[in-house]
């Protein structure tokens, strides 16, 4: 952990890598006495860091970039040991954390405030940092949501408490050495971010019920979400939670590229993604074909160890979590759905499972969090029903060549994203991103989680 510019290293939790199930680490597990401190240093450090410069903001950001660049494939390996996630995927969480803090930089400069018409008055607003960032962050992007956060952070003048996730802390802990270096480098003052590990229930708890604590931005399940909506009392919320994300084929698809595109939304990082395809709705008159094209892809990927190059999808998470999922699975069958292929587990590696279902089977109405994809055959007329049938709303999609119909789609799709003629998966770190119904509050995206880490002031001057 780090406060304010020291690291304590202490040996409390085991760090576990998911593929092999060794203990790879041991970490510090912050108490609540220490949790409090690391805050009372945040508040100290509220009135320098708002008076930084524009240029001390943005050039710190970019040296994070940068350095983030230079070690990128120290930190893609520390991903795929920690997190699991087959390397070639995570070189692309590293490269778009680049690009995150980048963006934010780019923002320092190019956020405006406004002049408001008025008859006799000059009315302008300025942008004020909300103070204290409490970021907690979840395990399956490690750096590229951390980022999402510190970076906005940063570039709005806000200090940073940061509780990591306990399950893959230890990209976080690298991304933390190298804004320290960067903080020095650019004399931001040192307790401005501090890198708080341990229990969510305690670090993260703390962190949300703490006065001095100003806004939370958190990412992670919607379970832990809405029990922060409870305990947070004024502080500013900005949650990213869950999805069930619906992935509609209509008749006139490209079959070739739906498949490809949902093969890839359906099992990148074993579906551990928030924007995964939670289900798949095609027309009838295609479903034979398309379901025959997605199975025989689906069993083509190659799972195994992150670290090899030719690994398509590595482990889940943790051992409980894989024998969660093979229940579900069971489960779904027993309701009645048919299992096309996969439903096996070896440890913690969970094979691409298709099924076919009826819409309300147990495994569309869950987050599954797992490479688990249901397939529900439907008319035209009933799609938009059945994707709206859940409690999230955080992206949907649709494969039609018709773009009218994809429109008309789109406004009725009940979603914070919808997006067309790719899947639920595609996300591009400077867009809106966020949900609404119990996938959450608020929008990331640098520019818009910069103005939701800000406080408009309205400034009058009476002539
Ligand atoms: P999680 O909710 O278990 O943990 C997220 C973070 O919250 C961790 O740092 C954890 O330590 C902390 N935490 C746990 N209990 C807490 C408490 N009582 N108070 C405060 N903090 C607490 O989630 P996870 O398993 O790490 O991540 C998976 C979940 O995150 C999925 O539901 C996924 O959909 C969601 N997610 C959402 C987005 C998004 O942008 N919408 C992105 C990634 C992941």
């Not at 220490?34 to 040296?63: F, P, W």
């Not at 709303?393 to 406004?411: D, R, V, W």
Request: hydrophobic share 40%; net charge neutral; charged share 25%.
């Amino acid at each position: 952990m780090l406060i304010n510019g020291h690291w304590i290293d202490r040996k409390d939790i085991d760090v576990i890598n998911p593929y092999t199930l060794e203990v790879i680490e041991k970490i510090p597990s912050l108490n609540r006495e220490e949790v409090k401190t690391a805050i009372d240093i945040a508040e100290e450090c509220k009135d320098s860091m708002k008076n930084t410069s524009i240029s001390q903001r943005y050039k710190v950001l970019i040296g994070i970039a940068n350095k983030i660049k230079e070690n990128s494939e120290k930190l893609s390996k520390i991903l795929a040991i920690d997190a699991g996630k087959p390397i070639k995927q995570a070189r692309i969480e590293v490269k778009r954390s680049v690009e995150t803090f980048l963006s934010s930089a780019f923002y320092v400069k190019e956020l405006r405030d406004e002049v408001i018409p008025s008859d006799n008055r000059l009315i302008f607003t300025k942008r004020e940092p909300v103070g204290i960032v409490g970021a907690i962050t979840p395990f399956n992007f490690p750096i590229n949501l951390s980022a999402h956060k510190i970076a906005p952070a940063i570039a709005t003048g806000n200090v940073v408490v940061h509780h990591p996730s306990s399950k893959a802390p230890l990209a976080c802990i690298e991304l933390a050495k190298i804004i320290e270096e960067e903080f020095r480098k650019y004399n931001v003052p040192l307790g401005s971010y501090s890198l708080l590990t341990g229990l969510g229930e305690i670090v993260g708890d703390e962190i949300v019920k703490n006065d001095k604590v100003n806004m939370i931005s958190f990412t992670g399940s919607s379970k832990v979400g809405e029990g922060i909506t409870k305990k947070a009392g004024f502080k500013k919320i900005a949650l990213e939670l869950g999805g069930v994300n619906p992935n509609l084929v209509l008749k006139d698809a490209d079959l070739k590229k739906a498949v490809n595109s949902l093969i890839r939304g359906s099992f990148v990082y074993a579906g551990q993604i928030c924007i995964s395809v939670g289900k798949i709705v095609v027309e009838e008159s295609v479903a034979d074909k398309f379901i025959k094209m997605f199975v025989e892809k689906a069993k083509s990927l190659n799972v195994g160890d992150p670290l090899d190059e030719n690994t398509d999808m590595g482990p889940l998470i943790t051992l409980d979590h894989a024998k969660w999922a093979e229940n579900l699975v069971k489960r779904s069958v027993e309701e009645g759905s048919k299992l096309l292929c996969g439903g096996k587990r070896d440890k913690t590696l969970f094979y691409p499972t298709v099924l076919e279902v009826e819409p309300d089977n147990i495994i569309c109405k869950v987050e599954t969090f797992a490479p688990i994809v249901p397939i529900i055959r439907a008319k035209e007329e009933e799609m938009i029903e059945i994707a709206n049938d859940t409690q999230y709303g955080l992206h949907s999609a649709i494969f039609t060549k018709n773009l009218e119909k994809a429109l008309k789609f789109a406004e009725n799709l009940e979603f914070g994203g919808v997006i067309i003629n790719d899947s639920s998966l595609f996300r591009q770190d400077n867009m809106p991103f966020g949900g609404v119904k119990k996938s959450g509050i608020g929008r990331e995206g640098v520019k818009y989680a910069m103005e939701e880490m800000s406080n408009i002031k309205t400034i009058v001057i009476t002539h």
